[in-house]
C-alpha cells in the first residue's frame, strides 16, 4: 500500500521550499503520493518591502504552491510540516495554519496518522531543535504518531538533526541548503512514506 502524504510549509527565501521539495523526492521514491503546499503569508506588504526578495518569493511560490486545507490534511496518511525558525519558534505562518485544524482534532480525523518535520534557521544554533521539539508537541496534541528522523541513515551523521531535516543558512546572505541536508531530508521523505504506509494498512 502506497502513503499518501502532505507536505506543509512556509519559506520566505527558499531554504525551507528546498527541503520540502527534497523530503517530497523521497518519499516519490518510496512510493508515496504526495501533495506540497505553501502556508500563505499573514503579513501586509509594508512589512514584505522590509526584507530583501521577500515579496518577489511570496508572489512565485504562490503561484507555484496552492495553499494548504484542511481536505489535504484528511485526505494524508502523513503530514509533514516544515518551517524557518523565528526566534528560535515555529515561524507564525505554520502555526496559523496548524491553529485552523482545530475542527480535524476535534473529530479524531488525524489521529493514528504519521506526523514529521523539518525547519531551517539563519544560524547553526539558531533554534532548529527547539523549533522541531516544538512541532512535535503540536503534532501530539493532533494524535499523529510522530516520526523522527533518527539515524538510520549514513547522511544523519553529517547534517540535520535527529528529530528532523534541517539547513542553516547564513541569515546576513541567503544560500541554498547544501547537498547533506538535502539528502537527509530525502532521506526523511523516504522513511515518512514508509511508516505511513505501515500505519495506514493497519488502520484499514
Known amino acids: 500500500m502506497a502513503a499518501k502524504l502532505l507536505i506543509a510549509f512556509y519559506s520566505r527565501n527558499g531554504s525551507t521550499e528546498a527541503l520540502a521539495n527534497a523530503v517530497a523526492e523521497g518519499a516519490r521514491a518510496a512510493g508515496a503520493e504526495v501533495r506540497v503546499r505553501r502556508v500563505r503569508d499573514i503579513v501586509g ?4 518591502a522590509q526584507a530583501p526578495g521577500w515579496a518577489e518569493n511570496s508572489a512565485r511560490m504562490q503561484a507555484e504552491y496552492p495553499a494548504p486545507t484542511t481536505d489535504d ?3 494524508a496518511d502523513g ?3 516544515g518551517a524557518p525558525t523565528r526566534f528560535g519558534i515555529i515561524a507564525a505562518e505554520l502555526k496559523a495554519f496548524i491553529d485552523s485544524l482545530g475542527g480535524l482534532w476535534f473529530g479524531g480525523k488525524l489521529f493514528n496518522k504519521v506526523g514529521a518535520a523539518f525547519g531551517a ?7 532548529a531543535e527547539s523549533t522541531l521539539l516544538g512541532l512535535f508537541a503540536a ?3 493532533l494524535g499523529l504518531v510522530i516520526v523522527p528522523n533518527g539515524y ?19 541569515g546576513q546572505h541567503v544560500k541554498a541548503p547544501a547537498e547533506t541536508d538535502l539528502a537527509v531530508a ?3 521523505g523516504k522513511r515518512v512514506a514508509q511508516v505511513a504506509a505501515t500505519l495506514a494498512a493497519l488502520r484499514g
Request: aromatic residues 12%; glycine residues 12%.
Open 73 to 75: 490534511c484528511e485526505w
Open 139 to 141: 503534532m501530539s496534541h
Open 121 to 127: 534557521t539563519a544560524t547553526t544554533h539558531g533554534g
Open 152 to 170: 538510520g541513515d549514513p547522511a544523519t551523521f553529517a547534517a540535520g538533526t535527529p528529530y528532523g531535516s534541517h539547513t542553516a543558512v547564513d
Open 79 to 81: 503530514i509533514v510540516f
Open 45 to 48: 506588504p509594508e512589512v514584505m
Open 186 to 188: 530525502r532521506y526523511q
